[in-house]
């Protein structure tokens, strides 16, 4: 798998050719804006693969959170955990 670094200006004339070889070819593209990347493009199997990491990963920290609290888990905790484990916050919509 490669990746490419691409202009969004440039993506616009070759887009066909990025989705051909994001799908058969297994690149992943990073799209810049004014030499900030914004977004990416991946075939639907990398996605995939993708979100079976995340959903392993979020069974893992849920089943440390049973086993630390002794099986009942509370929301602090699985957020704490997860902030812990990523470097991040979860932000709770209200």
Do not use: C, H, W
Not at 54 to 68: F, G, V
């Amino acid at each position: 798998m490669t990746m490419q670094v691409v202009a969004a200006t440039k993506v616009r004339r070759m887009l066909g050719s990025v989705f051909n070889r994001a799908r058969y070819s297994e690149e992943r593209f990073v799209i810049e804006q004014r030499g900030e990347p914004i977004a990416a493009i991946i075939g639907i199997e990398d996605l995939k693969r993708l979100e079976q990491l995340e959903l392993r990963a979020d069974q893992a920290i849920l089943d440390l959170a049973k086993e630390n609290a002794g099986g009942t888990v509370g929301l602090g905790e699985v957020l704490d955990l997860y902030s812990e484990l990523y470097g991040e916050e979860l932000q709770l919509e209200d």
